[in-house]
């Protein structure tokens, strides 16, 4: 019986398909993701075909389809347009079928041509990557056959698997569900663990979605990003160029006023100002939801209430706006906190005020939570006063 030109003890079949498998999950997120879809990176032409090749072997995607479908997701995140929102469509058919919701979308024509300009046009793209994409995945599975005989045909199973599991499945559907949030974005994008290798750095999803152009997608310092990694390895060879990071927030606690460096900051940093909003705020919340549901008749979902305070107004629908109203009308703490975090974010909002405005708007804040009375709110004040 043929056993295949390559003979290896069991546990050398497992760390060959892990290799093989981690190529591919690097290929995604280096080159369709961050390099493609949202530019953070300029690749060589040496990766970037090597890339494209690999990913015709192992997954059969077309670059412009993968990008046209995930630059969708993020124009029409968690809308009844997002491709693959577990929000809309339930984190039960994301998981499962996240695959099948890709190729759907794939398939539409309209999506191709408005989001997918800019993918690769070449030779080798239109006679090969594109149009004979069925064909890499099958040359692979006889390569697999040949050097690891009726094993390969598992291993190459596996290989065909990972993506749609991982990306499809896990990516899109628990990370929009489950997990950690560093940023208050507007969508419901979570990171899910912070130390993931099985993919590459795709598992910080939060960090991802609240600066999607950004090479890197890691932020804390306990969070690693092997895909990051990898682009400074190829950065250092001259392969890679990164063009664009996450802004880092820089405090100067001699400032006790608004300026225009103070405008520019928060607005850069909007995502992590409401996520220090919510953070300061915490406690408060805590205490005066606990204090109004011990005299409250009806029955308040404390949980619930938490989240929807530290949402933007307009991403709630009536029934909670309602729920939201009336628990705030009991408590003049909660009406104040939920105000000033709602009036915070309309300063960023605000596209037609000059700069001048946009100073005094954010100092005429910072005056009212300093003088609110609420600790919490003129602590987080002085800190916002400090951007830099």
């Known amino acids: 019986m043929f056993l295949g030109f390559v003979d290896l003890p069991w546990w050398?079949?497992?760390?060959?398909?892990?290799?093989?498998?981690?190529?591919?999950?690097?290929?995604?997120?280096?080159?369709?993701?961050?390099?493609?879809?949202?530019?953070?990176?300029?690749?060589?032409?040496?990766?970037?075909?090597?890339?494209?090749?690999?990913?015709?072997?192992?997954?059969?995607?077309?670059?412009?389809?993968?990008?046209a479908v995930h630059r969708k997701h993020h124009a029409k995140c968690e809308t009844e347009d997002d491709p693959h929102s577990p929000v809309f469509l339930g984190i039960k058919k994301v998981l499962l079928d996240g695959a099948a919701l890709y190729r759907k979308e794939a398939e539409n024509h309209e999506t191709l041509d408005k989001y997918g300009h800019g993918t690769p046009d070449d030779w080798l793209e239109n006679n090969l990557y594109s149009k004979r994409s069925g064909y890499g995945i099958a040359l692979m599975l006889i390569v697999n056959i040949l050097l690891f005989g009726p094993l390969g045909l598992t291993i190459w199973a596996v290989q065909m698997a990972w993506i749609p599991i991982n990306a499809a499945g896990i990516v899109n559907g628990i990370g929009h569900f489950?997990?950690?949030?560093?940023?208050?974005?507007?969508?419901?994008?979570t990171n899910i663990v912070p130390w993931g290798i099985f993919i590459g750095g795709e598992e910080l999803h939060n960090n991802h979605h609240a600066y999607a152009s950004s090479a890197k997608l890691s932020n804390k310092w306990y969070e690693i990003d092997i895909g990051w990694l990898y682009i400074r390895i190829l950065e250092i060879f001259g392969f890679a160029q990164v063009k664009r990071r996450a802004p880092?927030?820089?405090?100067?606690?001699?400032?006790?006023?608004?300026?225009?460096?103070?405008?520019?900051?928060?607005?850069?940093?909007?995502?992590?100002?409401?996520?220090r909003y919510a953070q300061y705020l915490k406690q408060t919340y805590s205490t005066e939801i606990a204090r109004i549901k011990l005299h409250a008749s009806d029955k308040i979902d404390v949980a619930r209430i938490k989240?929807?305070?530290?949402?933007?107004?307009?991403?709630?629908?009536?029934?909670?706006?309602?729920?939201?109203?009336?628990?705030i009308k009991a408590s003049g703490t909660l009406r104040i906190t939920y105000t000033l975090r709602q009036e915070l974010t309309l300063i960023w909002q605000n596209s037609t005020a000059t700069k001048e405005q946009l100073v005094k708007q954010l100092e005429d804040w910072c005056h009212r939570a300093e003088n609110s009375g609420i600790a919490a709110l003129q602590e987080f004040s002085r800190q916002l006063r400090s951007y830099a």
Do not use: M
């Not at 489950?178 to 994008?189: H, I, K, L, P």
């Not at 927030?249 to 996520?275: G, P």
């Open 178 to 189: 489950w997990g950690y949030r560093n940023f208050q974005t507007e969508d419901a994008s």
């Open 307 to 327: 989240h929807w305070l530290h949402l933007d107004e307009n991403t709630l629908t009536e029934q909670q706006k309602s729920k939201i109203n009336a628990v």
């Open 12 to 67: 050398g079949y497992v760390i060959v398909t892990l290799i093989l498998t981690h190529i591919t999950i690097a290929s995604v997120t280096i080159y369709l993701h961050r390099h493609q879809a949202h530019r953070g990176l300029n690749l060589h032409a040496v990766p970037s075909h090597f890339f494209r090749f690999w990913l015709w072997l192992t997954t059969s995607i077309v670059t412009k389809e993968w990008v």
């Open 248 to 275: 880092k927030v820089r405090l100067n606690q001699a400032k006790t006023s608004c300026d225009l460096e103070t405008v520019q900051a928060v607005i850069a940093n909007r995502y992590e100002v409401t996520a």
